[in-house]
Nanobody, 115 residues
């Protein structure tokens, strides 16, 4: 079907920056949406940011003004530029791909922000 490969996670200090990438492959239609969600231990999975194939974006309130989502449709790749990172941003970050009635999830990449 669709496979997602995430990269870019790591350990950074508060105030630092990190860029995540997610590449989709497989049976991909031109109309779709990709995004990032995150989940910390004991917490619900929450929206970070999404972007459609047309370029429309949506951000969770806690990351507005700090994170920027973008995509390269030709490469079926989505990026998340994370600036001004805070310890509360620490979580597993999951890539999500949606098309038609199907949703696919990556395995997650760990982001840890030290205080």
């Amino acid at each position: 079907q669709v496979q997602l490969v995430e990269s870019g996670g790591g350990l950074v200090q508060a105030g630092g920056s990190l860029r995540l990438s997610c590449a989709a492959s497989g049976s991909i239609f031109s109309i779709n949406a990709m995004g990032w969600y995150r989940q910390a231990p004991g917490q619900q999975r929450e929206l970070v940011a999404t972007i459609t194939s047309g370029g429309s974006t949506n951000y969770g309130d806690s990351v507005k003004g700090r994170f920027t989502i973008s995509r390269d449709n030709a490469k079926n790749t989505v990026y998340l530029q994370m600036n001004s990172l805070r310890p509360e941003d620490t979580a597993l970050y999951y890539c999500k791909f949606v098309q038609l009635i199907n949703a696919y999830w990556g395995q997650g990449t760990q982001v840890t922000v030290s205080s």
